[in-house]
C-alpha cells in the first residue's frame, strides 16, 4: 500500500468500506450527483437489530490497498456500486459485462453488488432484479437512497455471517493465519505445528474478529477481542499485527469515548449510534464459545475495564505506532495511524503531544512519492497543525505544498493554485492583505518571513499572467514593510514597482480573485509620511468678516439658551471639530501638510491633492520631490471651493512609483489636526491695492506683516505734508458694493498733533458699484506734526544779553529780530546732536471695509489694510518761548528761540512779518506782535459727555484748543530751499501756562477813549487849548463773577523824556468835575460807563495815568485784570479867525 488516505479517522475502523464508480460513459457531472445521493446513506439502522451499520464511500480506490482487508477490515472493499448509462436495448449485453468486470477488480472481498442504470427503456427495463435497478432519467430516480438501504442491509448481513463464521471456527487448532501483503514471501518453509506459530495465529484471527465485531457495531465484543489480541501477539512480538490489535483498541474506545466523532466533519455522527451502553448488556446466544478463541461478552466484563482511557488511548497509539516503525513497508500505516492520534489529541485540546505526532509522520519514509502525492501530503499536514492550533507551522507546510506546485520537475507548474495555497498561508504567518490591520498597534509576526511569503505571491501572480495582482502586493509590501526594508531593499522593491507599473498601473480599486477572495486597495500612507494636517486661514487681505450685530444663517436655528450642553457635547454630528475661520468660495484655499520621506533616496510624489466632501471642491494637484530621508517638509495643497456649505478634508491623494493612493486621515496614526471641517460662504469681492509711494518693509507694530495687504514708507520733515495716490482695483468677479475707510495711530510714543491722516471719500463712493476689472484712486494726505520744543540746556550760548522783558522799549517795532549774532555757533555737544537729529517713527494703517455679491447678501465682509511707516526728521526747534508787552493792552510780543536742526539753509516765515534766515545748527530768535486772545469765547465740552472724561483729558482737550488758534493766528511756516521742502511749524507743544496767561485777554476789559476816539497803541489825541475835551472810561466783565464797585483817579503829567516827570500841571490842565471815578458792581458779560471831562489851558503833551484806589475792592483781583491804555494828548492853538 503506497498511497496513504490522510483522511482517515479513528471512527473508520467501524465503517465498510464501499467504492461508487462509473461504468462506461457517464457524465461527470451526473456522476457525482448520484454519488451525493448514495454517500448520503452513510449509517444505516439494521432492521431487527439495535445496530447501526456505518458505510464509507469512495468513488477511487486502489486494488492494492483491498489487499490489506485482512490487517484492518475497514480497508477491504466490500460493496460495489457502479453507475452507468445504457440508451437502448442493444447496449445492455456489454453494459453488463463492464459491470461483471469490474466486479472482478475487487471480487475477492465484495459482500454485495449493485447496478444503477440510468436512460434505458423496454423490458430489460421492466425486469424486476435485486443486483440491478433501471431508472429512466438521472432526474428521475427518487428511491436510489432506498434501494441502496436495501444493499446496505445485505451486506450486513454477510458481514454479521463471517463474524459468526470467524467466530464459531471448528477447525480447533488449524487456525488460518492472516497475512499483509509483503509478509507472504516470509512465511514461506515455516512449521506451522509450533506454538509460537499457533499463537501467531490465534493472536491475528483475534484481532480480525475484533474489527468484524466492530464493523458490527459491537463495541463491547470488539474490545474484548482487541484485549486478548494484543496479549496474545505481544507474547510473540507479532509487532506489526500488535500494532493493528492496539489501534484497533484505540479506535473502539475513541468510539465510544467521541461519540461525535474525530473527523471535524460538519455531519458528525448521531451520539446515539455510537453509545455502547446497550450493546454490553445484550447477550446474542451463539457468540464465541468454542474452543481457543472463545470469550466471555457478558456484562460482567463492564466497560470500564475495558475501554480505554483518555490518557491511555494516546500511550497505546504510541506503541502502536513505534510497532508500525519496525516495518519499512508499513510506512502508510504508520503515518495514518499519526493522523488519527493528532485528530483524538486535537479533540483533547492537547496540541503538544500532537505536534510530536506529526513531527514523527514528517519523517516517515513513503518511498518515491509523486508531486502531487507531496502536495496532498503537505496539504494535509498543514490542515493538521491548523486543527492543534499551531498556526504558523501550518502556514510553513501550506507554503511548503505551494512551492511543490511549482516544482522545477513538474512539465506544467502549476502556478494558480501556488497562489491559492499561497494566500491560505497568510493567516498562519499574521498577514493580512486588508493594509488597514498594519496600522493599528505593533507589528505582528515574523517581518522577514512575511516579505519572503509577499515576493512569492507578486512572484506567483506575475507567471500567472495577471501584473495588475503583482503590482496590488508589491505596494502592500512596501506600504506594511516599510520599516524593515534595509536601504537596498527599498530601492530593489521600487525599481520592480515601476516596471509593473509601467505595464499596468496601480489604483484604488478593489480586485476580486476568482474565489470570490477581495483584495483592497493599498495607499501609500507612507510615502511620504504625514505627520500633521492644518486647514490654513486666508490672507488677511482675503479673510470674510462677520458684520456685528448680524446673526449667521447657521445661528437661525440656535437654543435660546446662552448654554446648551447637548449642542456642545454632539460628538455624532461631525468626525472633526469645525474651525473657527471661514474660506471663501471661489477663492484659492490651502492646507498644509507636515511630510517626511522615509526613503534612502529623493522621492518624486505626482498628482498630489485634496479629498474632500461637503461642497463642490476643485483640487489642484502639485507634484514635489522630497530629499532623502528629509525630516519634516511643509506641503501646501491648494483647492477652489465651488459652492458654499461645510467642507471637510477627508485626506489626500498621491501618485508614487505609478500607483494612484487615496489616503484619508481617519486611517492615518499618529496625525496631528486641529480640525478638517471649515465652513465655505458665498463669494466676495476682491480689491487689488497700489500706491504712489514705494513700499516698505516695515511692519506697524503691533500688527504683524501678514496681518498689512500692503505697507509703503516715506520720510518727511516735522510739519511737512505728503500726497499719497492709492489705485483700488476689483480683480473678483462680484461687484464692489460698499466702501468704508478708517484709520488707526499705531505708534503711541510719539504725541500727534493735529490730523495725521485726512482724505475725501466722496468722489471714490460715487464710483460704486465697481464692476470687475474697474479701479477707483483716492487721496489720502500725509502731515506730520510733532513736538517742536527742544531742550533750553543745549543753547547754553543763547542767552539775552542784556535783552530782557523789561528793558526793551516800549516803542518796540511790531517785529524785531533781537541782537542777530554773528557769532553764533552750532552745538558743540555730541550729545546736543543726537537729540536734535533724532530721527523719530510714525506708524498708521488704513483700513478699507468693502463687500459685494451673494456674501454682502449674507453680512459678510473684506478688510484691506495699508500700512503707512514715516520716518520723521526734525525741521525746525523753539528751545525758548517768552511774551513782552506792547504798547496795546490787548496785545503783546512772543519771542521764540528757533534753531535749525538740519543740515540746510532754513527760512521761517510768520503772518505779516519777515522772513528769518537760519543757517545749518544755527538758533535766533524772533519776536512776533500778536493780538491776545479771547480763550473764553472758544466752544465749550458738552456737559453731558464731560462726566465721563477725566480733569486731566479734558486740560488736554482745552490746551489742545488753545494751540490751534494760537497757529492759525501765527502761521509759522518753514521753507529749505535746497531740497524744495516746506512746511508748517506749531508751537502747541512749547506754550507754558505762563505763556498762556500772557498771551490771554484779560477778563477785565478797559476802554479809554477821548473825544469818542479810543486811545491805545500810541494813540495820540490831539484837542485844542480852551475846548472841553471828553473822557470816557467802559468797563467789560467777561470773567465767571462779578467785579466792583470800584474808583479809578485820573492824574495828568508831562514826561520830558529824561527821566523826569511834572505832576504839577493844576495850572495847566483842570478838570470839569471830579478827577476820581466811581464805577458800581458789574456782573458778568456786561459793561459799565463813566464818562467825564477836562480842559487844557496850555499847548503841549499831556498824558493821563489812570489808577486805582488803595481802598478798593478790585484790589483781591489780579492786577494784570486793571491794566488800562496809556493815554496821550497833544493840546494845539486854536486857529486863529479869519480876518482877524
Known amino acids: 500500500m503506497s498511497v496513504p488516505d490522510y483522511l482517515q479517522c479513528a471512527e473508520d475502523h467501524q465503517t465498510v468500506l464501499v467504492v461508487v464508480r462509473p461504468v462506461g460513459i457517464v457524465p461527470e457531472d451526473q456522476f457525482f450527483k448520484i454519488y451525493k445521493r448514495i454517500a448520503s446513506v452513510n449509517q444505516v439502522n439494521i432492521r431487527d437489530s439495535h445496530r447501526l451499520l456505518y458505510i464509507r464511500y469512495r468513488h477511487h480506490y486502489l486494488p492494492e490497498n483491498n489487499e490489506w482487508g485482512d490487517f484492518q477490515t475497514h480497508r477491504k472493499v466490500v460493496g460495489l456500486v457502479a453507475v452507468t448509462t445504457c440508451g437502448q436495448a442493444k447496449e445492455w449485453p456489454q453494459t453488463a ?64 455471517s463471517k463474524r459468526l463464521d470467524r467466530a464459531t471456527d471448528k477447525s480447533g487448532d488449524k487456525i488460518p493465519l492472516l497475512c499483509v501483503p509483503f509478509e507472504k514471501k516470509d512465511f514461506v518453509g515455516l512449521d506451522t505445528d509450533s506454538r509460537h506459530y499457533k499463537k501467531r495465529c490465534q493472536g491475528r484471527m483475534r484481532k480480525h474478529v475484533g474489527d468484524l465485531c466492530l464493523q458490527a457495531g459491537m463495541l463491547q465484543d470488539a474490545l474484548v477481542h482487541y484485549h486478548m489480541a494484543v496479549e496474545l501477539l505481544r507474547g510473540v512480538n507479532d509487532f506489526l499485527w500488535l500494532g493493528a490489535a492496539l489501534e484497533g483498541l484505540c479506535s473502539a474506545s475513541v468510539i465510544y469515548h467521541y461519540p461525535g466523532g ?9 451520539p ?49 505506532i513505534s510497532s508500525y516503525g519496525k516495518y519499512k513497508n508499513a510506512g502508510v500505516i504508520e503515518l495514518e495511524a499519526c493522523v488519527k492520534a493528532v485528530r483524538v489529541l486535537a479533540i483533547q485540546k492537547r496540541a503538544r503531544e500532537a505536534s510530536d505526532f506529526l513531527q514523527n509522520a514528517v519523517y516517515i519514509n513513503l518511498g518515491q512519492l509523486s508531486e502531487e502525492e507531496k502536495i496532498q501530503r503537505y496539504s494535509i499536514l498543514s490542515e493538521l497543525y491548523e486543527l492543534i492550533g499551531f498556526h504558523r507551522k501550518s502556514a510553513f507546510f501550506k507554503r511548503v505544498a505551494a512551492m511543490q506546485c511549482v516544482a522545477p520537475t513538474i512539465p506544467e507548474p502549476g502556478w494558480r493554485a501556488c497562489y491559492k495555497l499561497l494566500l491560505e498561508t497568510l493567516p498562519g504567518y499574521s498577514l493580512s492583505l486588508d493594509p488597514k490591520d498594519f496600522s493599528k498597534g505593533t507589528h505582528q509576526g515574523w517581518a522577514a518571513v512575511q ?62 480573485l476568482p474565489d470570490g477572495l477581495k483584495l483592497p486597495p493599498v495607499p501609500f500612507t507612507k510615502l511620504p509620511i504625514v505627520r500633521s494636517v492644518k486647514l490654513l486661514n486666508l490672507p488677511v487681505s482675503l479673510r470674510p468678516h462677520k458684520v456685528k450685530g448680524l446673526l449667521g444663517q447657521n445661528m437661525s436655528t440656535a437654543s435660546p439658551f446662552i448654554y446648551s450642553p447637548i449642542i456642545m457635547h454632539n460628538r455624532g454630528e461631525d468626525r472633526c471639530k469645525k474651525i473657527d475661520f471661514q474660506w471663501v468660495q471661489g477663492d484659492v484655499c490651502e492646507v498644509q501638510l507636515m511630510v517626511y520621506n522615509p526613503m534612502p533616496y529623493e522621492l518624486r510624489v505626482e498628482n498630489m491633492g485634496l479629498l474632500t466632501s461637503g461642497v463642490e471642491f476643485e483640487s489642484l494637484p502639485a507634484a514635489l520631490s522630497l530629499p532623502a530621508e528629509s525630516g519634516l517638509y511643509p506641503v501646501t495643497l491648494v483647492g477652489v471651493p465651488r459652492t458654499a456649505g461645510n467642507i471637510t478634508i477627508n485626506g489626500y491623494h498621491t501618485s508614487v512609483f505609478g500607483v494612484t493612493s487615496d489616503c484619508l486621515l481617519e486611517g492615518l496614526s499618529g496625525v496631528k489636526t486641529s480640525g478638517c471641517l471649515v465652513e465655505v460662504i458665498p463669494s466676495l469681492p476682491r480689491l487689488q491695492l497700489s500706491t504712489s509711494l514705494p513700499r516698505s518693509a516695515h511692519t506697524a507694530q503691533p500688527m504683524s506683516k501678514e496681518e498689512l495687504s500692503s505697507a509703503v514708507s516715506v520720510q518727511l520733515f516735522n510739519g511737512e505734508t505728503q500726497e499719497l495716490t492709492i489705485t483700488l482695483e476689483n480683480i473678483g468677479s462680484e461687484d464692489i458694493e460698499t466702501l468704508e475707510l478708517t484709520s488707526k495711530v499705531v505708534s ?71 541782537k542777530p549774532r554773528s557769532d553764533s555757533r552750532p552745538v558743540s555737544s555730541e550729545s546736543g546732536k543726537a537729540e536734535y537729529n533724532h530721527v523719530k ?23 484691506l489694510s495699508l500700512g503707512i511707516h514715516v520716518d520723521v526728521e526734525p525741521s525746525l526747534f523753539f528751545t525758548r518761548v517768552s511774551t513782552l508787552p506792547a504798547t496795546s493792552t490787548r496785545q503783546c510780543h512772543l519771542l521764540l528761540d528757533i534753531f535749525n536742526p538740519t543740515e540746510h539753509e532754513l527760512t521761517v516765515s510768520a503772518k505779516n512779518n519777515q522772513d528769518l534766515v537760519l543757517h545749518a545748527s544755527e538758533c535766533q530768535r524772533m519776536a512776533i506782535q500778536v493780538d491776545k486772545f479771547d480763550f473764553e469765547s472758544l466752544p465749550q465740552q458738552n456737559p453731558d459727555t464731560s462726566q465721563f472724561t477725566n480733569h486731566k483729558q479734558l486740560e488736554e482737550e482745552r490746551q489742545h484748543a488753545q494751540g490751534c488758534q494760537i497757529n492759525s493766528k501765527l502761521g509759522i511756516c518753514w521753507t529749505i530751499p535746497s531740497l524744495r521742502r516746506c512746511g508748517d511749524a506749531s508751537v502747541e507743544g512749547v506754550l507754558n501756562q505762563l505763556v498762556l496767561e500772557h498771551l490771554q485777554l484779560a477778563p477785565l476789559q478797559w476802554d479809554v477813549l ?25 468797563l467789560t466783565n467777561r470773567s465767571k463773577n462779578s467785579v466792583g464797585p470800584l474808583a479809578l483817579t485820573a492824574v495828568p503829567y508831562q514826561d520830558f523824556q529824561n527821566g523826569v516827570q511834572n505832576y504839577d500841571l493844576d495850572d495847566a490842565v483842570t478838570f470839569i468835575g471830579s478827577n476820581t471815578f466811581y464805577i458800581d458792581t458789574v456782573k458778568p458779560k456786561e459793561s459799565s460807563l463813566w464818562a467825564g471831562a477836562l480842559l487844557f489851558l496850555y499847548t503841549g503833551d499831556f498824558y493821563l495815568n489812570i489808577k486805582f484806589q488803595d481802598d478798593s475792592a478790585g484790589r483781591e483781583l489780579p492786577l494784570a485784570w486793571f491794566t488800562l491804555p496809556s493815554v496821550h494828548i497833544r493840546a494845539v492853538d486854536a486857529p486863529l479867525q479869519a480876518g482877524a
Not at 433501471?134 to 450486513?156: A, G, H
Open 272 to 320: 446515539s449510534v455510537s453509545q455502547p451502553a446497550d450493546a454490553g448488556k445484550r447477550h446474542r446466544p451463539g457468540a464465541l464459545t468454542t474452543n481457543g478463541i472463545s470469550a466471555d461478552t457478558s456484562a460482567e466484563i463492564g466497560r470500564a475495564k475495558n475501554c480505554l482511557s483518555s490518557e491511555d488511548i494516546i500511550e497505546k497509539y504510541k506503541e502502536a
Open 748 to 818: 503711541t510714543k510719539e504725541k500727534v498733533f493735529g490730523e495725521f491722516l485726512t482724505w475725501e471719500l466722496e468722489d471714490a463712493l460715487s464710483h460704486l458699484p465697481l464692476k470687475s476689472g474697474q479701479a477707483v484712486t483716492l487721496t489720502v494726505n500725509i502731515k506730520v506734526q510733532l513736538d517742536f520744543s527742544g531742550q533750553e540746556s543745549l543753547l547754553q550760548d543763547l542767552n539775552d544779553d542784556g535783552i530782557s522783558v523789561t528793558g526793551l522799549p516800549i516803542s518796540s517795532p511790531l517785529r524785531q529780530v533781537l
Open 262 to 270: 474525530t473527523a471535524g466533519k460538519k455531519q458528525g455522527r448521531k
Open 451 to 512: 516579505m519572503r511569503l509577499l515576493h512569492e505571491l507578486v512572484y506567483a501572480s506575475r507567471r500567472m499572467g495577471n501584473p495588475g495582482l503583482s503590482v496590488r502586493h508589491l505596494s502592500f509590501l512596501l506600504q506594511t514593510m516599510l520599516d524593515f526594508l534595509s536601504d537596498q531593499e527599498k530601492k530593489e522593491v521600487t525599481q520592480s514597482l515601476e516596471n509593473y507599473t509601467s505595464k499596468c498601473p496601480g489604483g484604488m480599486e478593489v480586485i476580486t
Open 1010 to 1034: 477821548v473825544n469818542g476816539r479810543p486811545c491805545d497803541c500810541d494813540v495820540i489825541a490831539d484837542c485844542r487849548v480852551g475846548e472841553a475835551v471828553s473822557l470816557e472810561v467802559r
Open 841 to 863: 517713527t510714525l506708524e498708521a494703517v488704513l483700513n478699507f471695509k468693502y463687500s459685494g455679491g451673494a456674501g454682502k447678501v449674507e453680512g459678510y465682509y473684506r478688510e
Open 97 to 160: 459485462e463492464r459491470f461483471h468486470g469490474q466486479k472482478e477488480v475487487y471480487g475477492s472481498t465484495l459482500y454485495d453488488s449493485r447496478l444503477l442504470v440510468f436512460g434505458l427503456r423496454g423490458d430489460i427495463a421492466e425486469q424486476q432484479r435485486t443486483d440491478v435497478a433501471f431508472y429512466p432519467s438521472f432526474d428521475d430516480c427518487p428511491d436510489v437512497e432506498r434501494r441502496v438501504e436495501d444493499f446496505v442491509e445485505s451486506i450486513f448481513i454477510v458481514l454479521e
